[in-house]
């Protein structure tokens, strides 16, 4: 890619796995902030640091955050951290909905987890992750300089 053009725009799916994954983020900001409130509103007890309980979820939650502000931006780098998001939000579902007992909170984690995971796995995130525009061909972005027509050009010098 030439250093005047304009790499391709993220998609409306990469925008939107983004949201998901930001409004766990979120929650899990509200969870550390109360957390904290009831920790400090309460005596204190013996081994119990709220501090280090709410430094916890505050990492966690900006983590979710960080990733999420990517996508939502459109950056590439953002795409395998919101994937590793999508994947912990899977199983926190699947953890708080079978040996935890409580599908209410179970099942909403899970689908937001899937539904990012599927929204950054269809063709035009995973063209836009690669520097491709969605319709082109690999020797078209070869021409253009995208990562995907480097390597068809690199098989392609092989051959030779």
Known sequence: MS???????APAE??????????P?????????????????SPPRPG???WA?????????????????????????????GVVVALLLVGVGWYVLGPSGQPAWGVPIAVFGVAALVLLF???ARAWALGQHVDETEEEAAER?????????REKNEED
């Open 122 to 124: 269809r063709r035009p």
């Open 25 to 41: 983020g979120l929650g899990l900001l509200a969870l550390g902030v109360v957390v904290l409130v009831r920790g400090l509103e």
């Open 3 to 9: 250093l005047t053009e304009k790499p391709p725009s």
């Open 53 to 81: 309980e709410f430094a916890t979820y505050a990492v966690l939650a900006l983590a979710f955050l960080a990733a999420s502000t990517g996508l939502v931006l459109g950056r590439t780098w953002a795409r395998s951290p």
């Open 48 to 50: 119990n640091n709220i």
């Open 145 to 153: 300089g995208g990562l995907a027509g480097r390597r068809a050009e």
């Open 14 to 23: 990469v925008r939107l796995a983004g949201v998901l994954t930001a409004l």
